[in-house]
Structures are given as C-alpha cells and as structure tokens.
C-alpha cells in the first residue's frame, strides 16, 4: 500500500499557493502531480489543515453488522445452515453479500462451523 506524503511538503505547496502561484505551478515546482496540489489546497480551504485521511480500513462492514440480529437469528435457529442458504435469505430480504462477506461476518465473531470431527489416524499409515 502506498505512503501518504508528508504533512511538510503538503504544507509548503498550501503555501506556495497561497502566496501567490497557482496550483499548477506549486505542483510542479514541488515536484507533485497538480491532482495532489489542487486536492490539497482544497482541503486546507474547507477543513484548515492538510494532514492526510486514514488509509485503509474496513469501510462496509457496516452494511452486514445491521443485519447481524437477522443473520445470528438464522443461524440460532437452523444450527446447520450454510453461507449460501444465508446469503439466498438475505436476498429474499433485499441484501445481497457475497460469500466472503458472512465468512468475514462470523470470523469477527469467532463462530465456526464445523461439520465433523477429526479422523483418527489411520492404523495403517506410516510413521
């Protein structure tokens, strides 16, 4: 994943600007793409600084946790059933997630489905 660039040079290019050169041509003095200039002045205009958002991140996770009193329900009440059975009940209620999505869903939750118990070893295999 790739770095933001520091809150100095982003200080000095705000400056460039408002000291009178246009965005374009702080850009290219600092040696930054004119996208990153204008950005950023525009940021400094709107919120006073020009520190850098987080990058990364779950951002939609949230859409799955609303339906998580439904999805815990189902599966409290049909111990056995399978991601694909969940996913085709939420798209009956208008959800659609994708596979991983509940896979991730019930990781956070540290609830497994297992099937089966081990096998023992074989008394035959070799040791």
Not at 14 to 39: K, N
Not at 57 to 82: C, H, N, Q, W, Y
């Amino acid at each position: 994943m790739s770095k933001a660039l520091s809150v100095d040079l982003r200080r000095r290019v705000v400056e460039a600007i408002e000291g009178g050169l246009s965005r374009r041509q702080a850009a290219e003095r600092f040696g930054v793409s004119a996208s990153s200039a204008i950005r950023w002045h525009g940021r400094f205009r709107a919120e006073g600084h020009v520190t850098p958002k987080a990058q990364g991140g779950d951002r939609k996770s949230m859409r799955i946790e609303a339906e998580a009193e439904f999805i815990l329900g189902e599966v409290a009440a049909a111990p056995d059933t399978t991601l694909a059975e969940l996913k085709a009940k939420l798209a009956a209620r208008g959800e659609s997630f994708g596979i991983g999505t509940l896979w991730r869903f019930f990781e956070r939750r540290r609830i497994t489905f297992k099937k089966r118990r081990r096998m023992p070893v074989s008394s035959s295999a070799l040791m």
